[in-house]
């Protein structure tokens, strides 16, 4: 079992940045793909930006050059770097887990989840 916890969400100016963090227990994330999810109100989740077990990295076109996704697998993190943030961006966002070796372009693609931390962008 796989959990999640994310942080770093808050309220932020357009134009500002944000760095999300999604710190894991319980298994290693080394051979897991991950990714960083956002809901916003009314709308589906979908997904932001994912990275593999070789740190392989896509994004959405929304994010595309504004936001970058890391992890640290020594510290068993995930990061998500927003920057150029814009009141488009306001949503919950959320750390996805997909073990194996496939990229996880899906919604329905992932094996655990966080609880979300809240990001709003003020105009």
């Known amino acids: 079992q796989v959990r999640l916890v994310e942080s770093g969400g808050g309220l932020v100016q357009a134009g500002g940045s944000l760095r999300l963090s999604c710190a894991a227990s319980g298994r290693s994330l080394r051979t897991f793909a991950m990714g960083w999810l956002r809901q916003a109100p009314g709308k589906e989740r979908v997904v932001v930006a994912v990275i593999s077990w070789t740190d392989n990295t896509n994004y959405a076109d929304s994010v595309k050059g504004r936001f970058t996704i890391s992890r640290d697998n020594a510290k068993n993190t995930v990061y998500l770097q927003m920057n150029s943030l814009n009141p488009e961006d306001t949503a919950t966002y959320y750390c996805?887990?997909?073990?194996?070796?496939?990229?996880?372009?899906?919604?329905?693609?992932?094996?655990?989840w966080g609880q979300g931390t809240q990001v709003t962008v003020s105009s």
């Open positions: 996805a887990a997909r073990a194996g070796g496939e990229m996880p372009y899906s919604t329905y693609d992932y094996d655990y």
